[in-house]
């Protein structure tokens, strides 16, 4: 099927020349390495590793050590460390760092919850190897320390946190002392980003090997504050085997495929991207997404107007052309010229049977289509019949839902508390790439893959910028970048020209910014 991404292929194809040339892996783990590991990966990725010859000791010695000098950055030596620790290997960990803080002139003091004789396996090793005093935490765990050390949960947390550990996270949070989380803030689900109770709001949190869903998707991504990716011995073919299906949306992911204009090429190479206007009262949206088409690179845009609004778009379009469309058979017969490879239909379109119709003729067609805005409102009360008519087309299908649009879709997906899980369920019942928007932006494909991006700046929250991100994935299909890619690319893209115009943004600078975005990712 057409929307089949090929981002899991390619990364896996990439690992493979890694593992050909272990010459040209580089030493330390780069910062922007893109796969994350749920938990429960990660909970392999640690068994493999033990499998492989390396002591489950070892890793928590080198997690403890991560910890340790993230620590030494925050404090200086002589400084007061109260190090939290829970009942599982994140205390474990936390055990490490104290001992090591320790024999570097720091003065630790331990907090567990539970009891120092239930701890099990290489915790119970590193807590027997601590010889200073464990106390119980109280109110005041923090008095008199320049930092705190949560090691209270990670990847186990596996229910809500109440009683005394939720008692000790509420006064390290209201102690105001700078706090370092090991792996992950206790209390913020890996998988998910979601709060489980109660949660460490951290200032810097340490996590190994990979990244987490949880650390980039929301209220996670705020809490975990800054991040430290540690490698603490794992073998980079344990990815192969565990084969990740989500990645933080960066340029390493698509940025070979992203079109670039050819010096031998012609602008008929690089597609016709059609954008359907609104009525008379709303033809702004339109021209901002074909405008942002355009500067991505689509050769030809044309605007399909409404006979009312078409004076109103002429009069504004330039470089543009503008189209007079007779409703939804207007629709299919400007369609019908296959030039006109992809389609952007919704912004500002209206609500209602007039809609469905359009959205129906768009999707009749032979186009890739961006479906946006009031294309998908129109639908809620018919979602299956959108999403038959996209699964029985052979061209691509997008859908931009924010998180509104989104439940009026899907409104059983709510339950979910993971916004991967919510994407990835629409994208596999509808038969589309689902572009879930947000601060943390997810991009799931009917496969499962699926993207977190953590670039958008708070700006970016401004009347319009969502159209002008379907008229930027709709621009990239026009240049035949498939649609995964192309939905993925182009919301990394917005964010970033979003961040290149900084405060004061508003939609119409969008656009504007894209040369200058995509002249640094095409490097001197
Ligand atoms: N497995 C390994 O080989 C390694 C693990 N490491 C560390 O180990 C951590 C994972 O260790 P664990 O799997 O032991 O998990 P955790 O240490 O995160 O917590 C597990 C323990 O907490 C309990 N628990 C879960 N939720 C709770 C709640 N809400 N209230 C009270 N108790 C709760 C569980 O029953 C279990 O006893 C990672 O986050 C990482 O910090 C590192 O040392 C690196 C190596
Ligand atoms: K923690």
Redesign the pocket.
């Known amino acids: 099927m057409a929307n089949n991404s090929s981002i899991g292929i390619e990364w896996a194809e990439r690992f493979e020349t890694l593992l050909d040339n272990p010459g040209e892996e580089p030493a330390a783990i780069a910062p922007d390495a893109p796969d994350l590991l749920t938990p429960q990966e990660m909970?392999a990725a640690?068994r493999l590793?033990?499998a492989s010859g390396v002591r489950?000791s070892a890793?928590?010695e080198r997690?403890g050590e991560a910890v340790a000098a993230v620590a030494e950055s925050m404090l200086p030596p002589g400084g007061r460390v109260a190090v939290l620790a829970?009942?599982?290997?994140?205390?474990?960990?936390g055990f490490v760092a104290a001992r090591l803080l320790t024999e570097r002139g720091y003065r630790v003091a331990v907090f567990l919850i539970g009891d120092r004789d239930s701890l099990k396996g290489?915790?119970s090793l590193m807590a027997r190897a601590w010889k200073g005093p464990i106390e119980a935490p109280g109110r005041d765990l923090a008095h008199g320390a320049g930092l705190i050390i949560d090691?209270l949960?990670?990847?186990?947390?596996?229910?809500?946190?109440?009683g005394a550990?939720a008692a000790a996270i509420e006064a390290a949070n209201e102690s105001r002392v700078p706090i370092l989380a090991?792996?992950?803030p206790s209390g913020v689900d890996g998988a998910s980003g979601a709060i489980?109770?109660q949660a460490i709001l951290a200032t810097e949190t340490v996590t190994?090997f990979r990244r987490k869903p949880g650390h980039l998707l929301m209220p996670g991504r705020v809490l975990a504050g800054r991040l430290t990716l540690a490698d603490?011995g794992h073998d980079l073919s344990i990815l192969h085997d565990i084969g990740p299906m989500a990645f933080h949306n960066s340029p390493t992911l698509w940025l070979d495929g992203l079109p670039r204009p050819q010096l031998d090429g012609h602008k008929y190479d690089r597609g016709h991207a059609l954008v359907v206007s609104g009525p008379i009262t709303g033809t702004g949206a339109a021209r901002l997404a074909a405008r942002a088409a355009l500067r991505i690179g689509a050769g030809l845009v044309t605007v399909a107007s409404p006979p009312d609004a078409i004076v109103a778009n002429a009069a504004q379009l330039t470089a543009i052309m503008v189209m007079r469309m007779y409703e939804a058979d207007g629709l299919a017969e400007i369609l019908a010229d296959h030039r006109k490879n992809a389609v952007v239909i919704g912004p500002a379109l209206g609500v209602g049977d007039g809609a469905i119709a359009m959205v129906s003729a768009a999707l009749d067609s032979d186009a890739a289509t961006v479906v946006d805005a009031d294309g998908l409102t129109s639908f809620a009360a018919t979602p299956d019949s959108l999403f038959m008519r996209i699964k029985g087309r052979g061209a691509p299908v997008v859908l931009t839902p924010h998180e509104g649009e989104f439940s009026r879709l899907f409104p059983d997906l709510g339950i979910l508390s993971s916004k991967l899980d919510r994407a990835r369920e629409a994208a596999m019942r509808s038969g589309a790439v689902v572009v879930l928007k947000g601060p943390d932006t997810v991009v799931a494909a009917p496969d499962g893959i699926a993207t977190v991006a953590d670039n958008a700046p708070a700006d970016l929250a401004t009347a319009g910028a969502g159209d002008v991100l379907a008229g930027m994935i709709g621009g990239l299909m026009a240049q035949q970048m498939p649609a995964f890619e192309a939905a993925t690319a182009g919301v990394w893209l917005h964010g970033a020209a979003a961040a290149h115009v900084g405060r004061g943004l508003i939609s119409e600078d969008l656009p504007e910014a894209l040369p200058a975005v995509l002249s640094a990712l095409a490097g001197p």
Do not use: Q
Request: avoid cysteine; charged fraction near 20%; proline fraction near 5%.
């Open positions: 909970g640690d590793a033990v489950s890793l928590m997690a829970g009942p599982g290997n994140n205390g474990g960990d290489d915790a090691a949960f990670g990847a186990g947390l596996d229910r809500p946190i109440e550990a090991v792996d992950l489980l109770g190994f603490i």
